[in-house]
């Protein structure tokens, strides 16, 4: 039976981020969530498990607390999890990612036929880890598809390129890449929050994989991004409207 | 020979990335520039003639074999003879080809790069990208070399050529086959105006109900002169628009003089390609929404009723 891999991350929701007075970034208020790609790729892996049967492993790396984002993870259709959990995965770059996922899945998974990744990360968005993966696993890796079937032995995936659309088949096991057309990502229930918590979860420490991924940057600054508008307000009646026209005039953009 | 290796699908793209190597090299840092190509890819002479020293010239891809297939051949010549830095344009294709060989070379890459310096007092690569959709900033400097980098087309300028000059070729061996295989390639049909160049840019967002009323937002961008554009949603789930009408993050970046959100929420991966709008207007209905903090003229409403009295206001002081 067929065993996918879906890979997820547990990410601060951006709409929550401030700027404070000073330019700073401000995190003090922000909620987590599971990067939004990684819902389709959980909701791919849970679809070709609907239609080809074997199950659905839910792989992911992250700090202590993604511990909800294991349970939100398993109420959309996978059926155990894989969580490496460590305080300093918060601040992974995507190489020491991919090298932990790489060991997770050959140690843990052991033999698999597709690995899904989000085309890239609601955070970093450094579009890398499902390729850097393939590459560590030494298996092919299709990305940026917008659709993918299984045929006996083998994924065929439709990518999505600034030329035109290129349909591809690779042998398995492979990783692929997904856009966000792809599927639309189920709200799991009650029934799948509850059926959730009882499913199996493997946790595994720092100590348990091998020596940490050297990292390859240092950071020099992180700063807020400057958004400074005027932010003038206008109603929709008529008066207003024209009030708007004439301010698009004054400004010089109406020819 | 250490320096600079460029990889890009089009040669418009490795001239962009080449003015960004002759920029760090008058900087200080030290190399030659070298730029791949293959039959079809950038064209050798006038990668020569924009200030490539080198071409890492690569055999025509097999049948049936995606342009990705390259990557084992580049990695090989890369882990023989390491550049300091690889430059990819940050296509698709491009992204795939940097992920694998900073996967190969186990480097680090900067994917979508916004900046790149050389501070020669101190040696230190300063490469720039954002974070949080845009949210923040981040400068890093790598810790180990080779070190690779994603840009953006239309990141970089590209500078004058010179006719005449002449990079030297050097052949790289053709790549072992590619377990992935191409069945079938739909090209895209272009279509739409140049929406980096309109000097107004009228996007849509998902406030329309249905394919159809776009119609409304078409005619105030001609009435302004200006293009029509969109947010992710109208490009990637409901294929209303094409995607290289799409603004923002993932999207195109645009510099208009004006543009108008119309049922557009704000949200920062989409506000992230509007940064270098001179003006930024708004048409919501929902005064929390995000896009009115960062907008500079907002009109709250509806759009069905906002924007025939927009027209129709505007008709009015346009002079005929
Ligand atoms: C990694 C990543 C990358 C992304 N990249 C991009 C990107 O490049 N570009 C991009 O655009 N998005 C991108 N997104 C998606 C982005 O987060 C938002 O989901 C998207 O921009 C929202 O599009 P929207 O404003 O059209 O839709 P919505 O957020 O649904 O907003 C619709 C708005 O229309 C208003 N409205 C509804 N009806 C009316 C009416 N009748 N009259 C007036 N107003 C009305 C509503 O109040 C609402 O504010 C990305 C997301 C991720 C996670
Ligand atoms: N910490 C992580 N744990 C599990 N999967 C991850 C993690 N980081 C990234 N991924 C996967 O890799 C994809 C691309 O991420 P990125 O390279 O950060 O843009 C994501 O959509 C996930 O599928």
Redesign the pocket.
Known sequence: MPVFVACFKWVVDEAYIRRTSAGELDLSSVGYKIS??DRNALEEAARLKESAGGSVVAVTVGIPEATKGVKDALSRGADQAIYAADPSFGTLEASGTATILAEVIRTRVGTYDLILCGE?S?DL?DQQVGIRLAALLGIPCISFVQKLDLEAGRVVAERRLEDGIERVAATLPAVVTLLPDINVPRIPGVKDTLSASRKPVVTIGREELGLPAEPRFRILSLSASRLERQCERFGSDEADLRRFAGALRQKGILR | MAGIWICAEQTGQALELLQAGKNLREAGMAGGLAVLSWPGGPRPEDLGAGGADEVLLLPPPGDGQPLEAFAPAVLEEARKDPPDLMLFAATARGKDWAARIAGGLDAGLCSGCTALRWDSASGTLEMERLLY?GAAVLRIAPLSFPVLAAVLPGTFRSGPLTPGREARIRNLPAPPPSPVTVLERRPKERQGQDVTAARVVVCA???F?KPGDLALARELADLLGGALAC????SEELHWLPEDL??????IQVKPELYIG?????????L??IRGAKLVCA????EQ?P?FAAADLGIV????AVLPGLVQALKETTPA
Do not use: M
């Open positions: 939004d790609y890239g609601s968005y | 959709g967002g998902r406030g109900e947010t992710r949603p109208l799409c603004i923002g993050l993932s999207g119309i049922g557009v929420s704000g949200q920062v991966q989409h992230t390609g048409v919501n209905r929902d929404a896009i409403g509806d759009l069905y």
